[in-house]
């Protein structure tokens, strides 16, 4: 679990930046920063469930 | 559009922005601070300094070209220590006082400090060309 927190954190401060620095309106560079936020939590989580079947040991 | 911006005049940019970039990258945030946008200053201020603390809190360590890294391996700890470089005086101040430059690699959390390290000072470069440009007047 603990890692999860850190990852979303991770992706909340990194989204923050990105919706900041982008070009458009606020309203625009809001829903870009929640998207990147989205973007890295959903990648992880599809990551994670990959990573989890695959026979690594 | 971005054919628009490309085909655009460039402007040379005055010698303030050059500064404000500057104050920019030393200190994240200073460079949005000194131009009155306080709000941007807080929000790219804040990430870069709680991602900066929270990976040297959670175990991660900066990267440096020390003694012995001879040949292939000096240019290994290029890269990462060129994204660490970002984080400015943070980066700096470690690398006089020699602090968070030992792996902790027993950490559970050691690869999310690295992690977070690398990515303060990389988005520290992206607040400080935000703040060029800002100061160019190339953006609002």
């Excluded at chain 1, 458009?24 to 989580?45: N, P, T």
């Excluded at chain 2, 990430?47 to 603390?53: D, H, L, P, R, Y």
């Excluded at chain 2, 040949?71 to 602090?99: E, I």
């Excluded at chain 2, 607040?127 to 060029?132: I, N, R, S, V």
């Amino acid at each position: 679990m603990r890692h999860v927190l850190w990852m979303a954190l991770f992706a909340s401060l990194t989204a923050f930046v990105f919706g900041v620095v982008a070009k458009g309106s606020d309203r625009q560079r809001l829903m870009y920063g929640l998207k990147v936020f989205a973007e890295f939590m959903v990648i992880a989580f599809i990551l994670g469930w990959v990573l989890y079947f695959l026979p690594l040991r | 559009m971005v054919a628009k911006e490309i085909n655009q005049p460039t402007v040379k940019a005055p010698g303030r922005a050059w500064l404000l970039g500057f104050a920019g990258w030393a200190v994240p945030g200073l460079g949005h601070v000194l131009q009155g946008k306080w709000v941007r200053a807080l929000i790219l201020g804040g990430a870069v300094w709680t991602m900066f603390i929270v990976g040297l809190v959670i175990g991660g360590h900066l990267f440096r070209i020390g003694p012995n890294d001879q040949g292939f391996a000096a240019v290994l700890q290029l890269l990462p220590m060129s994204a660490n470089f970002g984080a400015g005086l943070l980066y700096l101040g470690c690398w006089l006082t020699n602090t968070g430059f030992a792996e902790q690699a027993q950490r559970v959390t050691y690869e999310y400090g690295n992690t977070f390290l690398l990515c303060a000072g990389l988005l520290n470069y992206l607040a400080m060309l935000d703040a060029f440009d800002i100061a160019a007047g190339r953006k609002q």
